[in-house]
């Protein structure tokens, strides 16, 4: 249970981050990931 937790903690957080930079930088910041 806590790895699977940790899993979607880290997946709820790069979509979060991916969001911001995708705000910031634009579509190619996109491109990096």
Known sequence: MP???KF???LDF???VGMI???N???I???NY
Do not use: A, F, H
């Open 29 to 31: 910041y996109n491109e």
């Open 14 to 16: 790069m979509y979060i």
């Open 21 to 23: 930079n995708y705000d």
């Open 3 to 5: 790895t699977l937790q």
């Open 25 to 27: 930088e634009g579509k």
């Open 8 to 10: 979607v903690y880290v």
